[in-house]
């Protein structure tokens, strides 16, 4: 499908409203409960949404506790089944390109407990221990992995499987669909008898203030953001956006657009409320009451059609 007529924009201009800055109390407080916690850890694990292999990351913060080589390091990019495996080999150049001392990547689908990159984890981390300078811990039998990365990236869950796969036990770190369910560093969660392997899961870190628009809403499209600090409205013009810049037009089709490609999210919407029938009543100054399209509630579908995979595998870090 062609985008004929339709002119598309070449850049995302958000509406003059504040910038994104979603930097709670309980990440300063998580960031310095980590930093105290660091002499007694053996290794990071860093989890990240393979979707956004680039933007979001911390790297002030990653930097501090990673940058000096002392603990080892691994990334982990969840969410796979989203981006698609055909896709890993472009983001991990991507990655080394931008970070070329980046050298332990894994993929996983926490969703899967036979996932190989979840399975992974455990061993490469032990691994990565047991050749590394230990220091102060070098007397000590125990493992103890920390996990870090920015909000609602499956940090509680890939604890939960690692859990489940390797004692049989059920899960002990709380998770939630949204940002920012984990709010402080949780105590120890065992993970493995022999060697006893111990992970400490943390609150989502993100940057003080997200000072670059675009990676605001790539965080927000994916979920690390609470979309109402942003508003499904904004989110929803984004993915738009983005679609149409890389030519991405499946959405089309999802949305039962007969007009075909827009730049326009308020034409898209109204349309694909009208399709399915989205309305809703609204209460007029002379107290009349409309019925109207749910804008809302459309916006609220096109963006869960992304999260959910309906528009295809998108790394949204992709060279247009």
Not at 27 to 50: F, P, S
Not at 52 to 76: C, E, M, W, Y
């Amino acid at each position: 499908m062609t985008a004929q007529l339709n002119p598309f924009r070449k850049a995302f201009q958000q509406p003059t409203r504040q910038r994104i800055n979603w930097f709670p109390g309980h990440m300063n407080k998580g960031m310095r409960q980590i930093q105290q916690k660091l002499r007694n850890v053996d290794c990071i694990v860093e989890i990240h949404d393979a979707r956004i292999p680039l933007a979001g990351r911390n790297s002030q913060f990653f930097d501090t506790i990673t940058g000096s080589g002392v603990k080892p390091h691994i990334l982990v990019l969840n969410k796979i089944d989203l981006l698609g495996p055909k896709q890993q080999r472009s983001v991990t150049q991507q990655l080394r390109r931008q970070q070329p001392e980046l050298r332990n990547i894994l993929f996983t689908n926490c969703k899967d407990q036979r996932n190989h990159g979840v399975l992974d984890i455990l061993p490469l981390a032990t691994r990565l221990v047991a050749d590394s300078s230990r220091y102060n811990r070098a007397q000590s039998a125990e493992h103890n992995i920390m996990i870090i990365g920015v909000p609602n990236v499956g940090k509680s869950s890939i604890i939960n499987v690692l859990r489940n796969v390797h004692l049989k036990k059920r899960s002990a770190a709380r998770v939630g669909a949204e940002a920012g369910v984990t709010r402080a560093v949780g105590e120890r969660i065992k993970i493995q008898e022999k060697p006893a392997v111990y992970m400490i899961d943390t609150p989502g870190i993100l940057q003080p203030s997200v000072t670059d628009d675009e990676m605001g809403m790539k965080l927000a499209l994916v979920g690390c953001l609470p979309d109402h600090i942003v508003g499904e409205d904004l989110i929803a013009d984004y993915l738009l956006y983005w679609l149409n810049k890389h030519r991405r037009f499946e959405y089309v089709e999802k949305l039962s657009l007969s007009s075909g490609p827009s730049d326009s999210i308020s034409t898209v919407l109204a349309e694909y409320a009208h399709t399915e029938g989205l309305f809703h009543r609204v209460k007029q100054y002379d107290g009349q009451v409309e019925v109207m399209t749910n804008l809302l509630a459309a916006a609220r579908k096109f963006i869960h059609f992304f999260r959910t995979g309906q528009l295809g595998s998108i790394n949204l870090d992709e060279q247009s």
